[in-house]
C-alpha cells in the first residue's frame, strides 16, 4: 500500500486540496489471507477513509493489477483513481482518461478556471527549484502526508477497527494501541542522541 498507494492517494489529497492535512477516519480490511511467515502487509486489501468535509475516500487493491501497473485482469479493479460527483465520474491512472460522460473530457476549461502545478519531469522540477528556490511540485509536507495516509491504511487493516485521526496533531483520537503503531525504538546509535 505504500507504494502505490502513495503514488494514487497523493492526488487524491491534491484534489480534495487536503495536501497539508488528511482524514478524521480510517478502516480497512485484508481481503486474503497474508502468506503465513511471508510478508507482514495485506497484498489485497480495502480501506475507507473519511474527511472533515465528508468526502468518502475509498483505497482498493487486487490482483486484477500487475504490481508494476499492468493489466492482468480487465474486468476487476485496477490502479487508478475514480472520482464521484453529481454529473458523473473521471477515471485517471498513469496515460489514461476515462468518464461517464466522454463530452467532459473534450470540455475545455474556462480561463477562470483553478489550474494546478504542471511537472511531467519530477526529477528535473526537483533541479529546476533547487536553482530557483521555488516550491516543488511535491514539497515534504506533502510527501510526508502522502506516506502517512497510505501507513494510516495499514494500521487499520492490521487492527481490523475504525480508528479516529487527528490530522493536526498526527495521531490517533482516544486509541493507546493504535498510536504505538506510529513510531518504533530507533537503532542504536542512529537515534535522537546522536544530533
Not at 156 to 171: C, F, M, T
Amino acid at each position: 500500500m505504500t507504494d502505490w498507494g502513495a503514488h494514487h492517494n497523493d492526488i487524491v489529497l491534491w484534489a480534495l486540496e487536503m495536501d497539508g492535512s488528511g482524514p478524521v477516519s480510517v478502516e480497512g480490511k485484508q481481503l486474503v489471507e497474508m502468506i503465513p511467515g511471508g510478508y507482514t502487509a495485506a497484498s489485497e486489501y480495502d480501506v475507507t477513509y473519511t474527511y472533515a468535509n465528508g468526502v468518502v475516500h475509498t483505497c482498493k487493491s487486487t490482483t486484477a493489477s500487475e504490481w508494476h501497473g499492468g493489466v492482468k485482469d480487465p474486468q476487476g479493479q485496477q490502479h487508478g483513481i475514480q472520482f464521484h460527483g453529481s454529473d458523473g465520474w473521471i477515471w485517471v491512472t498513469r496515460g489514461t482518461i476515462q468518464a461517464s460522460n466522454r463530452q467532459i473530457l473534450r470540455e475545455k476549461l474556462p480561463d477562470h478556471a483553478q489550474r494546478v502545478y504542471f511537472s511531467n519531469d519530477h526529477m528535473g522540477n526537483f533541479i529546476d527549484c533547487v536553482k530557483t528556490r521555488k516550491a516543488p511540485i511535491c514539497p515534504a509536507e506533502i510527501g510526508h502526508r502522502s506516506a502517512s495516509l497510505c501507513h494510516l491504511g495499514v494500521i487499520a487493516i492490521r487492527l481490523g477497527r475504525k480508528l479516529n485521526w487527528d490530522p493536526v496533531r498526527e495521531q490517533f483520537v482516544g486509541d493507546t494501541e493504535a498510536n504505538t503503531y506510529l513510531s518504533r525504538n530507533m537503532r542504536k546509535p542512529y537515534d535522537y542522541e546522536m544530533i
